[in-house]
Nanobody, 127 residues
Framework: QVHLVESGGGLVQAGGSLRLSCEAS????????MGWFRQASGKEREFVAT????????SYADSVKGRFTISRVNANNTVYLQMNSLSPEDTAVYYC????????????????????WGQGTQVTVSS
């Protein structure tokens, strides 16, 4: 069982930055690909970014590519999402997720491949 807790959300002006953190209760996050998803009001949850458990592979949604960076520190059981050049379209609840894998470079960009989810953190970008 993996318990995930997100933090770092808040209110920011357009063009600003935020860094989200996801801390896991598991003994280790090794063998888990990690991902960030977001859900805007009235919309479906969508993929944002994913990182392999080795940290060697990443993948991003086209809408955030070049602005967001996902990273992880396995020793701290923590995954991060650095978000730059934020726009009002980025306003959403952001969720952290963990998906088990035996492969070091596996990344998952599909919701159904994730086994555990956090409760989410609200990000609001004002214009």
């Amino acid at each position: 069982q993996v318990h995930l807790v997100e933090s770092g959300g808040g209110l920011v002006q357009a063009g600003g930055s935020l860094r989200l953190s996801c801390e896991a209760s598991a003994r280790t996050l090794e063998m888990y690909a990690m991902g960030w998803f977001r859900q805007a009001s009235g919309k479906e949850r969508e993929f944002v970014a994913t990182i392999s458990w080795s940290g060697d592979s990443t993948s991003y949604a086209d809408s955030v590519k070049g602005r967001f960076t996902i990273s992880r520190v396995n020793a701290n059981n923590t995954v991060y999402l650095q978000m730059n050049s934020l726009s009002p379209e980025d306003t959403a609840v952001y969720y952290c997720a963990a998906g088990h894998t035996y492969l070091r470079t596996t990344v998952y960009n599909t919701r159904s491949l994730y086994d555990y989810w956090g409760q989410g953190t609200q990000v609001t970008v004002s214009s």
